[in-house]
């Protein structure tokens, strides 16, 4: 079972809609941490932390019992400010890929918990497809990118 949280500022206001009606319509469970209504004057960090706190936590130790796996989808202009931010937070791997071939090497390779999708640059279909990519897609557990992400880990001390 998958557990999912979405969130985006003004600019990525209008994709976040379009990827709920599309999560609504396959009965995919997601959580919307905001921004509910369209504020041309919000800040993207404040959406990126409130997802990527809400995905760390239930990666915490405590919550490893479950057998969801939890992600995050934030959307804004770029995607790139939601990316810096969120992986400010301890444990959160969010990308930015613009090819079906980023969203699955950053899920097979990297174990990315965050997808990360730009309102300027995307469609509601390229969006679309680059979720059900990184949703569809496991970590391959390849000792080589188990290695490099406990390295990752280190650095978050």
């Not at 919000?42 to 796996?69: G, T």
């Not at 097979?108 to 509601?124: D, I, M, P, R, T």
């Not at 990519?133 to 978050?156: C, D, N, V």
Request: aromatic share 8%; hydrophobic share 40%.
């Amino acid at each position: 079972m998958i557990k999912l949280y979405l969130g985006a500022d003004h600019a990525g206001f209008a994709l976040k809609e379009s990827i709920k009606k599309w999560l609504s319509k396959k009965k995919i469970p997601f959580q919307d941490l905001g921004n509910t209504v369209l504020e041309p004057k919000d800040d993207y960090p404040d959406f990126a932390e409130k997802v990527a706190r809400a995905v760390a936590r239930a990666k915490a130790p405590s919550a490893r019992h479950q057998r969801e796996e939890t992600f995050g989808i934030l959307c804004c202009g770029s995607a790139q400010g939601m990316a810096i931010a969120a992986n400010k937070v301890k444990g959160i791997r969010a990308v930015v890929p613009f090819s079906l071939k980023e969203a699955q090497l950053s899920r097979e390779q990297n174990n990315a918990n965050v997808l990360c999708l730009s309102g300027w640059y995307f469609s509601s279909a390229k969006a679309i497809a680059l979720v059900q990519k990184f949703l569809h897609t496991k970590f391959s557990g390849a000792e080589r990118h188990k290695r490099r992400l406990r390295k990752i880990e280190k650095m978050e001390k």
